[in-house]
């Protein structure tokens, strides 16, 4: 149910895009129900009336079921009279005054996941501007989809190491992978929302240490430093054992801003080599 919410607001998201991109007066969509060939439109934007909502469209039934039969977008200029298409749900079309209208699948590792639908109130035709808009909004889902199962995928991964016995060694290590993982995803998302629920996901694998516990307290060498989360995310591949080109490369910088952030990194936690730095983070609980 989670990750058909987090799909539902991505399909949101996309459609308020959508029609801010393209000028498209309404937009609409939702996802394949589980284990069923069918589309569920639960997301709106524009609409006049309910009569979309809920609708559940057929793999092969109609222009979205046309959609994700063939996995490719799908558009038509007068929808009731169009011979492209079958006309079950011509009814719930003519009732929202639907004429000109296009469908794009959202694929993800080649299964059709969910539709996207933009629509005029008029016959005419759906410019290649608008198709691309329409198409691109389906890959930023996509995008959104994929992030959100790796990182599901290394939580759940980590978790049973963490359960099991966090004092050893072979636990502490899975961990730590699992955060520089999700730590690389960061940088890749766009989306501030995704990119601050990825973020909050590697403070559950790197919590701070209790006060009173080992290196738990925030005072002493190091203990009040704030790093940003460029450095973090360069104090993270050090521990991993990275070189400073390998760091950029994983993160998408050049090697000198990697070495800057080290520095700056270095001197907050008032460490002078890039083991005590590492060390240091991780008293504070910075890492893993």
Known sequence: MAADAAGATEIRGALARLRRTTGLPVAFGGLVDA?????????LSGNATPALRALAVSAGNGLGGKAV????ACAVTDYSSSRQISHEYDSAVAAEG????LA??????????GVLYGALRTAQPLGDRTLSAAVEA???????LVVREEADHLLS??????AADLGAVAAWEQMREAHAALRALVPR????????ELLAACGLLAPAPAAGAPGGTRGGAGGSARL????????????????NAVAARRLGLRSETVKGYLRSAMRKLGAHTRGEAVAAARRTGVLP
């Open 228 to 243: 940003t989360p460029r450095e973090v995310d360069v104090l993270v591949w050090v521990a991993a054992g990275a070189t």
């Open 104 to 113: 794009v699948p959202v694929v993800v590792r080649r299964r059709v996941r």
């Open 69 to 72: 039969a063939l996995a490719r």
């Open 35 to 43: 284990g069923r060939q069918q589309v569920r439109i639960s997301e």
């Open 157 to 162: 991964a980590a978790r049973p190491a963490a």
């Open 189 to 196: 998302i766009t989306d501030p929302v995704l990119r601050a």
């Open 138 to 144: 389906a890959r930023d889902v996509e995008q959104a």
């Open 98 to 101: 639907l004429r000109s209208v």
